[in-house]
């Protein structure tokens, strides 16, 4: 089992950038896939990214491929994700959450974090 905690949430202009981080507790957060996913107020919730345990292979959805970088660092248990050239749509409560799956699907994550808000101004 793993506990996420979600940070660096903030409003930002438009072209900003802000990193969010995912603090883990429990010595298994490195046997996880981890994944970033975000919802808008009266939207589903939406995959953002995707890394394996090792950190060897990302995947991220269409929205953010190019401008978002998603990484780990196994000796401190915690993600990042890096948001570059944000858009105004990109405002959304941001999740991180644990896979035992490499996959896009909310369902497949069965740990998560309360969430952070990001809101990108025009």
């Known amino acids: 089992q793993v506990q996420l905690v979600e940070s660096g949430g903030g409003l930002v202009q438009a072209g900003g950038s802000l990193r969010l981080s995912c603090a883990a507790s429990?010595?298994?957060?490195?046997?996880?896939?981890m994944g970033w996913f975000r919802q808008a107020p009266d939207k589903e919730r939406e995959f953002v990214a995707t890394?394996?345990?090792?950190?060897?292979?990302?995947t991220y959805g269409d929205s953010v491929r190019g401008r978002f970088t998603i990484s780990r660092d196994n000796a401190e248990n915690i993600l990042y994700l890096q948001m570059d050239r944000l858009k105004p749509e990109d405002t959304a409560v941001y999740y991180c959450?644990?896979?035992?799956?490499?996959?896009?699907?909310?369902?497949?994550?069965?740990?998560w974090g309360q969430g952070t808000q990001v809101t990108v101004s025009s």
């Open positions: 959450a644990a896979s035992v799956y490499y996959k896009r699907t909310p369902e497949a994550y069965g740990f």
């Open positions: 890394i394996t345990w090792s950190g060897d292979y990302t």
């Open positions: 429990g010595r298994t957060f490195r046997s996880y896939v």
